[in-house]
């Protein structure tokens, strides 16, 4: 997007940040935003900011190819506190709704042992997605040992696909619409990017 894109403002003003927010706010009772120490990360209200688990090290490091992406940010949430579950939510997924979340959660219920990731188009959606802290030693094994991608973050067998037809039954066909491009974001609200 060439600049940060949580706090690209959508049709009402607000930030896109605060559209999956506003669906955890309802539906979670302990919430953060996780984020790299050396990138400012302003917290929507009623969110805690939790450092990453990216080594001390490399902090000053850009994402990409050797950067620690997402699996640090879901380390750091499955090593803060004792509950059962952790709900991973992108910050760029703006018709992710409470709705959505609350079956999610229901979804994940089903098979406690196991993280619930759901299906899409080109694979699964890892950045929407159900882990039980029962497994958080073996998440913080495989990202010790270089792994950074979410959906390899456990072993195939203790994973489970949501099915893409059950959950868009749900929140509808663009659901889980992630805006990673101009493109991406003009498909999805008709304009071009803001003025920066």
Not at 12 to 38: I, K, M, N, S
């Amino acid at each position: 997007m060439g600049r940060p894109k949580l706090g690209l403002p959508v049709a009402d003003g607000t930030p896109l940040l605060e559209r999956p927010a506003a669906a955890l706010r309802a539906t979670c009772a302990r919430l953060r935003v996780v984020g790299r120490l050396t990138e400012p990360v302003t917290a929507p209200a009623g969110f805690a900011a939790l450092q990453d688990a990216s080594p001390r090290a490399r902090q000053q490091d850009t994402p990409g190819p050797d950067g620690h992406g997402p699996l640090a940010g879901l380390v750091a949430a499955l090593e803060d506190g004792d509950d059962g579950w952790v709900l991973l939510c992108a910050g760029d997924l703006p018709e992710v709704d409470a709705v959505l979340v609350a079956a999610l959660q229901d979804e994940a219920e089903r098979d406690p042992a196991r993280a619930c990731l759901p299906e899409g188009a080109r694979g699964p959606e890892p950045g929407f997605s159900a882990w039980p802290r029962a497994r958080a030693a073996e998440v913080r094994a495989r990202f010790d040992a270089g792994e950074r991608a979410l959906h390899r973050a456990l072993p195939a067998e203790a994973l489970r696909r949501w099915p893409r037809t059950s959950w868009q039954e749900i929140g509808g066909a663009d659901a889980l619409r992630n805006l990673n491009t101009p493109a991406d974001w003009h498909a999805w609200s008709g304009e071009a990017l803001p003025e920066a």
